[in-house]
């Protein structure tokens, strides 16, 4: 899983905008499950145990999967964001984290 662009620098209050993306796994059969949705949290990545975190519906092209979420943070100082994608038989990624700065 990766991500293909994080915000530029942002203040606290300004919306910045995330884009990941994941492919399903295609065996020589051909046949995959395909990416189910992406799971997030600026919290902590303990946050998307169990399936937990904020579920975003993605964008699909065969076994590729992209999303795009907003946030705005409130306030300043190092943030993180984990995320996981989660296929439709329930396999997970890693863990993948985006760390960035909000300005104050």
Excluded: C, Q
């Amino acid at each position: 899983m990766t991500f293909t662009t994080g915000p530029e620098t942002k203040h606290a209050g300004e919306s910045g905008t995330f884009n990941f993306s994941a492919a399903d796994v295609v065996p020589s059969s051909g046949v995959y499950s395909g990416i189910d949705h992406f799971a997030y949290s600026f919290g902590s990545a303990a946050d998307l145990a169990g399936d937990g975190g904020t579920h975003v519906t993605p964008t699909l092209a065969g076994p590729d999967a992209t999303a795009t979420i907003t946030a705005t943070p409130t306030t300043w100082g190092s943030a993180h964001l984990y995320v996981v994608a989660v296929d439709k038989a329930g396999n997970r990624t890693p863990v993948t984290t985006y760390d960035f700065y909000v300005a104050g």
